[in-house]
């Protein structure tokens, strides 16, 4: 119990995974655009790097400007030991996908407040768009999820994922949950077209823009592990589920590749758009959630 804590697939794991799947994303996403690109393992020199640097604070930052930044990796690492991985859940009891759920958003909410706690303009910005962002991402996310826990009759990621191992996907009876989870993957931890609240080229880097150091680390940390908890998720809820960890990385690495692909192929939303396509998708999925009722 307790190496799956701290160790595989625990602690250790997730931080280096999420790091590693992150590197392949921008990899292959360099490589779509005939670009050499950056060696996978570039997150993981970037995080020292910035663990190494000095943390500044700005005057007119709030005290939750050091604060938010380590709640949002708190946050995100327990909704990963509430997530099937190859099979294995480190934390696991009745009713997880709830808190599971409930970790996600409140590590999306921290990040937003790290934002608003610089006192930024920018980061004000950001914040808010991040915000709006989850007004629109959540609705097609929980309604998704809501179909293969309806459908189980049970709240356990774990059963779940084990139900799909011997009983074929959920992705294939649901496709319309199945989508609009993956577009929900893509708005949770904003990846193009959904890079709204850190678009570079309007605020500069968003709710970020003042961090500097370890706590700059911990919010791109976050990101990283967000992305791998939401793949691993949608494996064990959508997609087969994964009995071992071979499947699990041949699943984790095709979801990986249609959502670089989506980041390569699509430009930003504006904000307005990002609510109007997202929950259209929550309506998509509500078709699937209708279904299973029905059925049962």
Known sequence: MIFEILIYPGFVFLVLASMIYYGILRKVAARMQSRIGPPVWQPILDFIKLVGKEDLNPEQAKAGFTLWPFIAITSVLIAGLLTPIAGIVPLSFTGDIVVLIYFLAFGSLAVYLSGFSSSNPYGVVGSMRGLIQMIGYEFPFIVSILVPV???????????????????????????????????????????????????????????????????????????????????????????????????????????????????????????????????????????LIRVVLIL
């Open 150 to 288: 309806v459908a189980a009759g049970m709240l356990s990621p774990f059963l779940i994922n084990t139900l799909q191992v011997h009983y074929g996907w959920f992705g294939f009876t649901f496709p319309f949950a199945a989508i609009a989870y993956f577009v929900s993957i893509l708005a949770k931890v904003e990846v193009p077209p959904f890079h709204t609240p850190g678009a570079h080229q309007e605020i500069v880097s968003g709710y970020s823009t003042e961090y500097t150091g370890t706590r700059l680390a911990m919010i791109e940390l976050a990101h990283m592990i967000k992305l791998f908890v939401l793949i691993s998720l949608g494996i064990a809820l959508f997609f087969g589920g994964s009995a071992d960890i071979l499947m699990f990385i041949v699943k984790s690495l095709v979801l990986l590749f249609i959502i670089t692909l989506a980041r390569v192929l699509v430009a930003r939303f504006r904000i307005d758009q990002i609510l109007k396509f997202t929950w259209f998708f929550g309506f998509v999925a509500l078709i699937d």
